[in-house]
């Protein structure tokens, strides 16, 4: 059995990973990116110096259940690197950050996005893989289990819900406004595309990169909370402002929790993007108020 790392040495890794993290509004809220710049080099640096220093680590990290060793490649076990976890991180918040997130339709845009976003994720990917070769980044699309009655439950309860209340949070606000204005079929089919594209990314890189790398060094729970950080501005810049991190911010920590449940890529993508099918409804019907007469606001 691995010996647990010891307090010191848990809240040592605390700072430089909160630091990268914090890049992330330094980036997508802020709006500043030299200031995201240094705080990515102060955690990757922290992180480096740490673990030049000695302090202990656990001799094998905790991975999610049904993963294949780390290094494999390499025929056998090797230690997370706290370093080489959030450089890969810090790549994929440097990629995104390299682009403007307004969202935008026509074909430019949309190309902008998926090579920065689909970078974002194919990047920190294949260092892992082919430079670190820890196999640290792992896409378990699926589990060999059935979803219990809970699971299709919470499917349902998350339509009901985004019918309740993203109707009211993005029309009362005003932050459909933030989304271009969808009046022709192309558009709409166009919308329709780039919210269901960008809800996979979301959960391809901020839970099975960012928080799967988390969690290699710390607890779930506040693992959870980190990687929720950097959800919750990428959705800021993206166009949920106002109130929008009142929903956000639980939305990003229930994600992190349903995969520790799950450890389904397919389920948590199956509640993103059904929680985005009620989105894309709603910003059709805020741009075309009466095209669709299905929701109270």
């Known amino acids: 059995m691995t010996a647990a790392p010891p307090a ?3 809240r040592a890794k605390i700072l430089p990973a909160a630091l990268v993290c914090l890049a992330a509004p330094a980036f997508f809220v802020l709006e500043t990116p030299w200031l995201g710049w240094l705080l990515l080099v102060l ?10 220093s000695r302090i202990p680590t656990p001799a094998l990290p905790t991975v999610p259940a049904g993963t294949r060793p780390l290094a494999e490649a390499d025929g056998g076990h090797r230690a997370a690197s ?17 682009i403007p997130l307004a969202a935008e339709l026509d074909n430019l845009a949309m190309l902008r996005f998926t090579l920065a976003l689909g970078g974002a994720v194919a990047v920190p990917y294949l260092v892992s893989r082919f430079v670190y070769r820890d196999r640290a980044i792992r896409f378990p699309w699926r589990t060999g289990r059935r979803w219990g009655r809970l699971q299709w439950g919470w499917l349902v309860a998350v339509l009901v819900l985004g019918w309740l209340i993203l109707p009211f949070y993005f029309i009362t606000s005003g932050v459909y406004q933030n989304w271009p204005v969808v009046d022709t079929p192309d558009l709409i089919a166009r919308l329709f595309v780039g919210v269901g594209a960008v809800g996979i990314w979301d959960e391809l890189f901020f839970i099975c990169t960012v928080f799967a790398l988390l ?3 710390f607890p779930d729970a506040l693992a959870n909370v980190l990687q929720a950080v950097v959800f919750v501005s990428f959705l800021w810049e993206l166009g949920y402002r106002e109130w929008g991190p009142v929903l956000t911010i639980p939305f990003a920590l229930l994600q992190g929790f349903i995969f520790l449940r799950t450890h389904s890529l397919a389920y948590v993508v199956t509640v993103h993007l059904l ?3 009620v989105v894309f409804a709603v910003l059709v019907h805020a741009h075309n108020p009466g095209l669709l007469p299905v929701f109270l606001v």
Do not use: K, N, P, Q
Request: charged share 20%; glycine share 12%.
């Open 43 to 52: 955690g990757a640096g922290g992180a480096w110096l740490l673990e030049r």
């Open 215 to 217: 969690r290699r060094h």
């Open 82 to 98: 706290l370093t080489r976890d959030l450089s890969l991180i810090a790549i994929g918040m440097l990629i995104v950050s390299v």
């Open 8 to 10: 010191s040495a848990s």
């Open 275 to 277: 929680f985005d099918a």
